[in-house]
């Protein structure tokens, strides 16, 4: 039996069971204040060399780690009510490695965890007339990633269970030892240390994605691009041309060139060429004054002037028409530019991007592309090669679209199975990085359990897509026009293709052009696409045929400025 004395408080007996690394006190009291007696007689054989010392700093410091680096310090923060284990596990704990604050009800607990943000959490079950595994909660509402060590002098399976279904790290019984709190806490912090570890990765990787304006995948040709558009990127006045199918990122590697070079701070500035009509183009481009035409009632800037200091980005540049291309020509040779109706040429200082998935090589041999453009715009050639060619950029495409649409439909990711990817990659890709990422923006949404590739392809959706039958198309001058007859009745079709060879072939493509822009509210590309034609014949029928729609507003909704 042995007499220990609490700091002034009366005198209590009891048992004292002394083991290398745990000192263990047995009083007559059941009191709370009593039962932690053993954490004082503990630190007291500590510091005479009874027991290997743990701690070295002034035992009436109430906060840890003074004087060492913080930036190396472990943020530990004790919520318990009795104050003596706050301090006996500052006094255990004041090293370099650990930084203590001791609170002592669940609202300092709470509102300390918010402002000091502590690594690990050392949570008593009971703090008074509060619930610790309430205040345990409360905590990782505000800090999900939060540990939280719950103590308590009840050794009880069903609240160490009870505990851990609620969030907590881990679970400790009082009285404990030094050491093996030590290692408990050196444990969760190597773990806390991994996460962050991962994390810290995680987000370097996400902003390599953006820099690189989200080319995932390591293929040798994907790679090939990305130095190519790197190198190219330092020089901020360099003319670029991006080549490549539908879908496989023009535009995300212009912009790439542009996040990459030194004038990323300033805009990325797109048009798509074959998206406005011929007369409203110059004036998109390089903007007009007052009074230049008709409606110009106030003076336009162009999106050169706008892209100043940054990217300048011409899509589909194989659609630009003949009679822009000489002035386009001239703002990459002389680096300036004039506004319709103006009378002096003004500066360019963006640089030129430009993107065309038609062969301009072809296009030079028909004369419809100026062969002095072309080789004006291939200072730097980039081919970005089609999805098809990139087998092993699959796998970490879908993985990097599943974790995008799982954030913004708030949705667990879904599991990609070993053979739904193979059929995946069995897969062709003819709308290539588009069409995937549409599939699994698909599966996503929908909830499938599968992503499904080729689901209604762009010729099928033509062969199949319902129109209204010619037969209910009714001309102005004539009767309805009749569908062909079945092919069986060859004899009766030449009579039907010879209906066609008169004044009435006009008017049934009026109104078929008419019907189905009405259907489409006015979307000229998607009448275009859904008519079998390209949107430049489109606009030419348009003016053939003097439809109403209000072009120029259509063809300012297709110009993207960021």
Same mark, same amino acid.
């Given at each position: ?35 932690? $007696? ?70 300092? #607990? ?29 905590? &990782? ?52 240390? =991994? ?12 902003? /390599? ?97 706008? /892209? ?5 980005? $011409? ?12 002035? $386009? ?106 069409? $995937? ?52 009745? /060859? ?20 109104? &078929? ?18 008519? #079998? ?8 029928? =348009?003016?053939?045929?003097? &439809? ?15």
């Amino acid at each position: 039996m042995v007499s220990v004395g609490a700091r002034g408080a009366p005198h209590k007996s009891g048992l004292v069971l002394m083991t290398k690394e745990h000192v263990h006190f047995f009083g007559t009291s059941e009191t709370k204040s009593f039962r932690t $007696l053993w954490y004082f007689l503990a630190a007291a054989l500590e510091s005479s060399g009874l027991l290997k010392s743990r701690s070295g700093l002034d035992r009436g410091n109430r906060t840890s780690g003074e004087g060492a680096p913080a930036a190396m310090q472990s943020k530990i923060l004790v919520v318990d009510d009795d104050a003596h284990i706050g301090n006996l596990v500052c006094d255990a704990f004041s090293n370099e490695k650990f930084q203590v604050e001791c609170v002592h009800t669940a609202a300092e #607990g709470t509102s300390k965890c918010a402002e000091w943000e502590p690594d690990v959490v050392l949570l008593d079950v009971m703090l008074g007339k509060d619930d610790g595994l309430q205040v345990l909660s409360e905590l &990782l509402k505000v800090r999900p990633d939060l540990a939280v060590v719950v103590m308590s002098g009840q050794s009880s399976i069903q609240l160490a269970v009870e505990a851990m279904r609620r969030g907590a790290a881990h679970y400790i019984a009082k009285p404990f030892g030094i050491r093996e709190l030590e290692a408990l806490l050196e444990k969760i912090l190597e773990g806390l240390a =991994l996460k962050r570890e991962v994390q810290s990765l995680r987000r370097d990787q996400q902003k /390599a994605i953006k820099a690189m304006g989200g080319m995932i995948g390591e293929s040798p040709a994907l790679l090939e691009v990305r130095a190519m558009l790197a190198k190219v990127a330092m020089s901020p006045a360099t003319t670029v041309l991006i080549q490549g199918e539908t879908g496989t990122g023009k535009e995300v590697a212009a912009r790439s060139v542009h996040l990459l070079s030194p004038n990323k701070a300033g805009p990325f500035v797109s048009v798509n060429c074959a998206a406005i009509p011929e007369t409203l183009l110059e004036s998109e481009l390089f903007g007009h004054e007052r009074g230049a035409f008709t409606d110009a009632k106030t003076s336009k800037r162009g999106l050169v002037e706008q /892209a100043a200091g940054g990217t300048f980005f $011409l899509d589909e540049i194989g659609d630009m028409p003949l009679a822009l291309q000489a002035k $386009l020509l001239r703002v990459l040779q002389e680096r300036v530019y004039r506004p319709v109706g103006a009378t002096r040429d003004f500066p360019v200082d963006c640089r030129i991007v430009a993107a065309t998935n038609r062969n301009l090589v072809d296009m030079v041999a028909e004369g419809v592309f100026r062969e002095d453009l072309y080789y004006r715009l291939q200072v730097v050639p980039v081919y970005l090669p089609p999805l098809r060619e990139r087998g092993q950029d699959l796998q970490p495409l879908v993985e990097y679209f599943i974790e995008e649409f799982a954030q913004e439909f708030k949705r667990p990711a879904m599991r990609v199975s070993a053979a739904n990817l193979d059929q995946l990659c069995a897969y062709d890709w003819p709308g290539n990085v588009r069409e $995937l990422r549409n599939c699994v923006e698909r599966a996503m949404l929908l909830g499938l359990a599968s992503i499904e590739p080729g689901i209604a392809p762009v010729n099928r959706m033509r062969k199949t897509q319902a129109l209204t039958p010619l037969s209910k198309i009714s001309d102005r001058n004539t009767a309805p026009v009749s569908t062909p007859p079945p092919a069986a009745s /060859a004899p009766a079709s030449d009579e039907w293709v010879m209906r066609f060879r008169s004044p009435a072939l006009e008017s049934v493509e009026r109104d &078929l052009i008419q019907m189905v822009l009405t259907r489409c509210q006015g979307n000229k590309n998607q009448a275009a696409e859904l008519l #079998g034609i390209n949107r430049t014949t489109l606009y030419r029928k =348009l003016a053939q045929y003097q &439809l109403e729609g209000d072009t120029k507003d259509n063809a300012e909704a297709e110009v993207k400025t960021t």
